[in-house]
């Protein structure tokens, strides 16, 4: 089984302000269903990782569908406590990730 070096690591939260059930993802999601968090993704952070470079092209990639289809939401390091937020407006909509 090889290893996996993640540039980016996404925290999920099922609940707004990182309450609720959590998870952790290092590698493509292409339905979040098969990690427990169908369409219930409210508050995420995202880390750098150990491979992660100076590069400020590096971004989580949230879909609206599975196999990354439909409406896409691109997140940069940082914490998001709400995504049900106007600014965003992506929350329990989530079911792929890249």
């Known amino acids: 089984m090889p290893v996996v070096v993640p540039r980016l ?8 302000n990182f309450r609720g059930r959590m998870g952790y993802v290092v590698e493509p999601v292409p339905f979040t269903a098969h990690i427990g968090f169908q369409d219930n993704i409210s508050s995420l ?3 750098k990782g150990p491979n992660f470079s100076s590069n400020p092209n590096y ?9 990354f289809r439909g409406k896409k939401l ?3 390091p940082g914490f998001y406590p709400n995504l049900h937020d106007t600014a965003f407006n992506f929350a329990d909509r989530i079911s792929s990730i890249n």
């Open 45 to 47: 952070r995202v880390y």
């Open 59 to 67: 971004k989580v990639i949230l879909y609206q569908h599975r196999d």
């Open 74 to 76: 691109a997140l940069g």
């Open 9 to 16: 690591i996404v925290e999920l939260f099922q609940h707004t």
